[in-house]
C-alpha cells in the first residue's frame, strides 16, 4: 500500500474574498466582514487589510483604526454557505475522505487517488484551479503523511499557497519553524518553551520527551511527536447525519445529594456533552429539558425554549440551571438528574455565527476549538474552571 497522503485545504481570508469575488469594486482593496458595534469583531480581514496589522478575531474598531480607508462590510451568512457547499463539492469530486474543519477548510485523504486523477500534486493543483475558476477565490494546500504535516504545509505560503511536506524531507524541513506554528500551541505555552531556550521545531525536537511531560503534562507527548512531523493521518468520511430528534444524557447519582453546587456541576458537564454532540452533528437546539428523580423514584421534568438555537453549553447549561432553580428543591435529594435538548434544526452554526449576536460567535468559536483540542488530546485536557473546582 502506498503511503498515506492527507491534504489540508483552506480557503484564503474566506469571508473577505467571497465579497471581493461578488463585487469587483472590492478587488485588491483592504476588505474588513464583521459587524459595527462596540463588541464587534473582525470576522474576516482580506490579505490588502492584513498588510495593516489587522488580523481576524481583532476588535472592529481596533482594525478600523489601523486601516481607514477599508471597505467595511457586515457578514452574509447564506452567501458564505453557498460558497462553502461548492467548496465542499469540489473536494468530494477528488476523494470521499472529506472532513470539514470549518465552513472554509478540510482535511482530505487523497491516498491512491492516482489512478484516477494523476499524482498528490495534480490533484491539488486540479482543486485550486476550480475553486479558482469557478468561485474566483483561492485556497491554500498543504499535503503530507498526517494532518500535522498538511496543515503546516496548508499555513506555509499562504494565500494561494501548494506545500507538500514529504517524508524524506522529515522531520528537518520543520526545523527552522518558529514553535508557535504548530497547532494547540498557544501564548502560553510559546512563552514556555521559551523560557526553555526554544524558539524553533528544531530546537523543540532536542527536548527529551520525559522533560517535555513534566513541563507540560499530557501535551508534552504531542509536543514531542508534533516536533517529529508525527501526528494522527485519520480523515472521517463527510456524511450528512440522519436528523434526530434530540439528544439527552442523564446521571445516576453515586449517592442521592441535595448539593446545589454538585448538581450544578453535573448539569454543565452534560451541557458540555450535549453541545459537543450537537456540534458534531450540524444541529442547533432550542427547547431544554431538565429530568429529576427522587429516592422514592418520583419523576419530574420542566423544559425552557431559548431565545435563540444553540449548539453550545453555555445557554443549555443556564437554561438547565433556572430550571433547577424553579424547580425548588427545597433541600430534597436527588437520585437521578438529566438534560435534554430538543426542537432540533439541522441549521449549521455558521449561519447562527453570521446572523446572530457576536457574543454568540465568539461562545461557538471557543467551543470549536476545544472540540478540536480535545480531538487531537484526548478528553479531559479542557475543562471548565467550575469542573476543576
Ligand atoms: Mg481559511
Known sequence: MSARVIMHADVDAFFASVEQAVNPAYRNKPVLVGGSGDRSVVMAASYEARRFGVHSAMPMSQARRLCPHAV?????????????RHVMRVFLDYTPLVEPISIDEAYLDVTGTERLFGPPLEVAR???????????????????????????????DK?????????????????????????????????????????????LRSLSSSLLEQQFGKSGAYLYSASRGEGNDGVSFYSQPPLRKQVSEETTLAEDSADLSALHTLLLEMADNLARRLRKQGMLGRTVMLKIRFPDFKTV??????LQPADTWQPIYHSAVELLDKLGL?????????????????????????FGDESVAQAGK??????ELILRYGDGVITQARRLR
Open 366 to 371: 471557543l467551543d470549536t476549538a476545544c472540540d
Open 330 to 354: 427545597g433541600g430534597r435529594s436527588v437520585r437521578l438528574i438529566g438534560i435534554g435538548v430538543t426542537n432540533l434544526s439541522d441549521q449549521t452554526a455558521d449561519q447562527l455565527i453570521l
Open 159 to 203: 494565500p494561494d499557497g501548494l506545500r507538500w511536506i514529504r517524508d524524506e524531507q522529515l522531520p528537518h524541513v520543520l526545523d527552522e519553524l518558529p514553535v508557535k506554528r504548530l497547532p494547540g500551541i498557544g501564548q502560553v505555552a510559546a512563552g514556555k518553551l521559551r523560557e526553555l531556550g526554544v524558539r524553533t521545531v528544531g530546537q
Open 301 to 306: 421534568s420542566r423544559s425552557v425554549t431559548m
Open 72 to 84: 467595511h462590510l457586515p457578514a452574509n451568512g447564506k452567501l458564505y454557505r453557498r460558497y462553502s
Open 126 to 156: 486540479m482543486i485550486k484551479q476550480r475553486i479558482s475558476s469557478e468561485l474566483g477565490i483561492t485556497v491554500s494546500i498543504g499535503m503530507g503523511r498526517n494532518r500535522l504535516l498538511a496543515k503546516l504545509a496548508s499555513d506555509w
